[in-house]
């Protein structure tokens, strides 16, 4: 994989500031049947969004920088590990998660990843364990890393047997594709290929994938910079992502799907992963990221929202309890302009039920922890809570209303304002299916409010407040 992907898709994302052609609801193609494909039963079972740290931030402003051939040195991994073993880790932050920009090299006869930048997995995979921390690692199944006559295990077949070989129906004929080496999942092996890439991963003692770039699979183009390869159709990558989630079950593995495009009401995606991305690339993160950019719209492939709140609002009728996760993409608080807004962008995550993801270093958190640790909103996601906006519809000021149920019967409820402008916001408790009165907590504040049939407030621009609402 490419360094310089990222640069080429920050330029595409100034084009789609100017690209608003497609600012209406979602359009698809007609659906049509999938291929017999494998079931694979109880994917989404007592699975809840992680709570995970990302070297996003270092490498983005590494590269924003001009660092031509971007690392992270063992003695730098040892200050983010006790950082986050420190931090975080007490309060649920269990796992690391490498990304791009870090060259990706498969150095023994597997063929598979085994080298990140300068320091082996296997290495990386100790000093996490050490610290009582799990690493999570950005690759994906459908790359491939090592030499053409790397054998298959298991096969007869090698590296070279699952690369396109001009007998499969592409989407662009004639085009090459950019960057990544794809594997065509009805090639000899292919099934094998993602099973020994799982295999080669629970054996390192990894259990998270974040798996990028899906949509250049399925058709091979981006929103932003056009046609970016050959595209090897819908019905391969519908195989590609059961043999996916297939494997991924068998040996225990968390699949982050990351650029898809959610064709047809997700109905790959949401059967074969475990969490989906439905936002843009955090960038330079703050309330741009979180709610400004784009407000409103939606667009008929990836990215299909431009902003969190957008994206976890158009997409919160696929969520819920034993459902695919919805995914906001990074957080970097210290790119926030006020606290009101840090309490929001960690708020609508916890809501919605998707993870928190970290991506400020030990040299840029600043004094903005407390955001990431407040325990009672954490509890939210060890409960496996989801909540769902009072609207779905994008523009509709009933969607900055959250609400849900915890498994002890007790209610959560987030009320959001994200106009420039302090604003009250109020909601009745029976408008969210709640009868009489129930005692109030404010979540960020801490302190008990008493008992209320309205929850109501004046919020700051760009603020929230979220309550629990218990009998006692």
């Not at 001009?66 to 880790?89: C, M, Q, R």
């Not at 079950?249 to 475990?274: C, Q, W």
């Not at 936002?279 to 409103?296: E, F, I, L, N, R």
Request: aromatic letters at 12%; charged letters at 25%; hydrophobic letters at 35%.
């Amino acid at each position: 994989m490419k360094r310089n992907m990222i640069s080429i898709l920050a330029g595409a994302a100034l084009m789609l500031l100017t690209a608003c052609t497609d600012d209406v609801e979602m359009r698809y193609p007609p659906k049509y049947e999938l291929p017999d494909l494998p079931v694979v039963e109880g994917i989404h079972d007592n699975v809840k969004a992680p709570l995970y740290w990302s070297v996003y931030e270092y490498c983005y402003d590494q590269e924003r920088q001009g660092v031509g051939t971007i690392d992270i040195s063992p003695e730098e991994w040892d200050k983010i590990i006790d950082f986050v073993a420190t931090n975080l880790k007490p309060h649920g932050y269990d796992m690391i998660c490498t990304d791009g920009f870090i060259a990706m090299l498969a150095t023994d006869n597997s063929g598979y990843m085994t080298q990140y930048g300068s320091i082996s997995l296997k290495d990386l995979v100790a000093k996490c364990k050490a610290k009582g921390l799990k690493l999570g690692v950005y690759d994906n199944p459908l790359w491939i890393h090592g030499p053409r006559d790397t054998k298959i295990e298991g096969t007869d077949y090698t590296f070279g047997n699952l690369y396109y070989n001009g007998s499969t129906q592409v989407v662009n004929p004639g085009v090459d594709d950019m960057w990544f080496h794809w594997i065509v999942a009805e090639n000899p092996g292919a099934k094998e290929y993602i099973d020994g890439f799982f295999k080669h991963y629970k054996e390192l003692g990894v259990e998270f994938i974040r798996m990028d770039f899906l949509s250049w699979y399925e058709d091979g183009k981006d929103r932003g910079i056009g046609v970016v390869g050959r595209g090897y159709g819908r019905e391969s990558y519908a195989r590609a992502m059961a043999y996916i989630a297939e494997s991924a079950k068998k040996y225990g593995i968390f699949t982050s799907l990351v650029m898809p495009h959610n064709f047809n009401d997700a109905e790959i995606e949401a059967r074969y992963g475990n969490m989906m991305r439905i936002v843009c690339d955090t960038g330079g993160g703050g309330w741009w990221h979180t709610s400004a950019q784009d407000k409103g719209k939606s667009y008929a492939n990836w990215p299909q929202c431009m902003n969190q709140f957008d994206g976890f609002t158009y997409w919160s009728h696929l969520s819920g309890r034993n459902k695919i996760i919805l995914d906001g993409d990074f957080i970097r608080l210290n790119k926030f302009d006020t606290d009101a807004e840090r309490e929001t962008v960690i708020s609508l995550q916890l809501m919605a039920g998707g993870p928190v993801a970290a991506a400020d270093q030990y040299s840029t958190i600043g004094n903005n922890l407390k955001f990431y640790v407040n325990d009672e909103l954490l509890a939210l996601n060890k409960d496996g809570f989801v909540g769902k906006p009072l609207s779905d519809k994008l523009g509709d000021k009933k969607n900055e209303i959250w609400y849900g149920k915890m498994t002890n019967g007790d209610y959560v409820v987030g009320l959001f304002n994200r106009s420039d402008n302090t604003a009250s916001v109020s909601v009745k408790l029976s408008d969210i299916g709640i009868s009489g009165e129930k005692n109030v907590r404010d979540l960020w504040k801490h302190t008990d409010e008493g008992k209320a049939s309205v929850v109501s407030a004046n919020i700051p621009a760009h603020g929230c407040k979220i309550v629990k609402l218990s009998d006692q």
